[in-house]
């Protein structure tokens, strides 16, 4: 399995925001208020990777004190971590396109109070974003120090 590629990453969000932007300026009005659950719900999802990011590394380097970690154990979060960055790279892109549209209109009161929700909401995709690639990282087989040659 490949790295996950950033420059992916960054089209999937800019396509979105786009197709966002390009939809909420058209139907606005007939939209329903965005959740502000999604901010907590993805924050703790990313804390749950970064958690798992750290515990993972940890046993990978066999550090005194952990378990040796299961090969299908790390392919699956080395999964979960793929997934995790593409779908929080299309939601960033998601809420950031919502937020463009709502900063326009920051003199109304419920596009305001929208806006903050978008914004709130794109800054917990990027932190997911981030604890899967840190995620994704620490997956990683460390290089034997025997098979490096010197310079």
């Given at each position: 399995m490949r790295p996950t590629h950033?420059?992916?990453?960054?089209?999937?969000?800019?396509?979105?925001?786009?197709?966002t932007w390009a939809v909420v300026n058209q139907f606005y009005s007939g939209l329903p208020l965005l959740p502000w659950t999604a901010i907590p719900t993805v924050l703790l999802l990313a804390l749950g990777e970064g958690y798992s990011g750290w515990a993972t590394k940890a046993r990978i380097a066999r550090k005194p004190g952990t378990k040796p970690?299961?090969?299908?154990?790390?392919?699956r979060l080395v999964a979960l971590a793929k997934a995790s960055a593409y779908a929080g790279?299309?939601?960033?892109?998601?809420?950031?396109?919502?937020a463009l549209h709502t900063a326009r209109i920051l003199?109304?009161?419920?596009?305001?109070?929208?806006?903050?929700?978008?914004?709130?909401?794109?800054?917990?995709?990027?932190?997911?974003?981030?604890?899967?690639?840190?995620?994704?990282?620490?997956?990683?087989v460390p290089k034997d120090p025997e098979d490096q040659s010197p310079g």
């Open positions: 950033p420059g992916h990453l960054v089209g999937i969000f800019v396509i979105a925001a786009l197709l970690v299961e090969p299908l154990a790390v392919a790279a299309a939601f960033g892109g998601l809420f950031a396109g919502f003199d109304r009161e419920t596009p305001r109070s929208e806006f903050f929700i978008a914004a709130g909401s794109f800054v917990a995709c990027v932190v997911l974003v981030v604890a899967a690639l840190y995620l994704e990282h620490s997956c990683r």
